[in-house]
């Protein structure tokens, strides 16, 4: 007997079934993140407000990654996919003396496909937070020496912080900026109108250019953050959180989403958005 469920039929009961949501960001991740949504039935839009560009200070970043190559650090720490991105564009080398810490999931797996190690990551908080736990239990045992952080010119100061309190001699350096990507016309007006029914908030840059871009944002759209500090950030830029991913995970975030209108919708009745012409 074939105990298997079939996959369409799993869409088709699935509480997201019939539902579309924005995904604020494109390339692989956001591909992953649509591929995930059909799998439950429901749409994708994927409609970027973010996008990344250089280093502010390009010769900053290229002596620090000389000095990197050579060897002058004992940890580089790396809390994006987008910082990965960065050390492939400039061919960086990372010596066997120099351990590499990631801040979760998706950027390790990011640093193996580039054919970086993964020497630490946090094992549940996946945020510079967590990444400040996770070295302070090694300098319970050791002393963590010299420490490049390649981040973003936005990113705030937890991790330089909480390192320079463990002792760590710390070197900070903007790998990229994080730059706004205008939304459609048509994309604004479906937010507006209820016609999208939920958007994944992926960081507080995302939160504040959809508040920015989008001010009459319908009550009804359900805004699942990532995570307690993507939250935070959101409900700082003026942007209410419906419901809050377990895990730091895009996974965790249409898991979260499901269970949302699971709770909410009797029958797992469809949603009509009007055919297909709706952006």
């Known amino acids: 007997m074939?105990?298997?469920?079939?996959?369409?039929?799993?869409?088709?009961?699935?509480?997201?079934?019939?539902?579309?949501?924005?995904?604020?960001?494109?390339?692989?991740?956001?591909?992953?993140?649509?591929?995930?949504?059909?799998?439950?039935?429901?749409?994708?839009?994927?409609?970027?407000?973010?996008?990344?560009?250089?280093?502010?200070?390009?010769?900053?970043?290229?002596?620090?990654?000389?000095?990197?190559?050579?060897?002058?650090?004992?940890?580089?720490?790396?809390?994006?996919?987008?910082?990965?991105?960065?050390?492939?564009?400039?061919?960086?080398?990372?010596?066997?003396?120099?351990?590499?810490?990631?801040?979760?999931?998706?950027?390790?797996?990011?640093?193996?496909?580039?054919?970086?190690?993964?020497?630490?990551?946090?094992?549940?908080?996946?945020?510079?937070?967590?990444?400040?736990?996770?070295?302070?239990?090694?300098?319970?045992?050791l002393g963590l020496g010299r420490v490049l952080v390649l981040d973003s010119a936005l990113a705030g100061p937890t991790l330089v912080d909480g390192l320079t309190v463990l002792g760590a001699d710390v070197t900070r350096v903007h790998a990229y900026r994080t730059i706004p990507v205008e939304l459609t016309a048509e994309v604004r007006t479906a937010l507006a109108l209820g016609d999208i029914d939920a958007i994944l908030v992926t960081s507080g840059s995302v939160a504040a250019q959809i508040i920015t871009q989008v001010p009459d944002l319908s009550a009804d759209v359900v805004r699942v953050s990532i995570g307690d500090r993507t939250t935070e950030a959101a409900e700082a830029a003026g942007l209410a959180i419906t419901i809050e991913a377990p895990i730091r995970h895009a996974e965790s975030m249409v898991a979260a989403l499901e269970n949302h209108y699971s709770s909410l919708t009797p029958g797992l009745a469809v949603p009509d958005h009007g055919g297909e012409d709706t952006p």
Not at 18 to 25: F, M, Q
Not at 46 to 51: E, S, T
Request: with cysteine.
């Open 2 to 141: 074939n105990t298997h469920a079939d996959p369409q039929t799993h869409a088709t009961c699935s509480a997201l079934a019939g539902r579309r949501v924005l995904v604020p960001r494109d390339g692989r991740w956001g591909v992953q993140v649509a591929e995930n949504l059909a799998a439950h039935g429901a749409t994708a839009v994927i409609a970027p407000v973010i996008d990344f560009e250089p280093a502010p200070d390009a010769a900053a970043l290229e002596r620090a990654l000389e000095a990197l190559a050579a060897g002058a650090f004992d940890w580089v720490t790396v809390t994006s996919a987008t910082t990965v991105r960065v050390l492939r564009a400039h061919a960086a080398k990372i010596p066997e003396t120099t351990r590499i810490a990631a801040v979760g999931t998706a950027t390790a797996a990011a640093l193996t496909e580039a054919r970086y190690r993964v020497d630490l990551m946090p094992p549940e908080d996946h945020t510079a937070r967590g990444m400040v736990a996770s070295f302070g239990e090694l300098h319970a045992h």
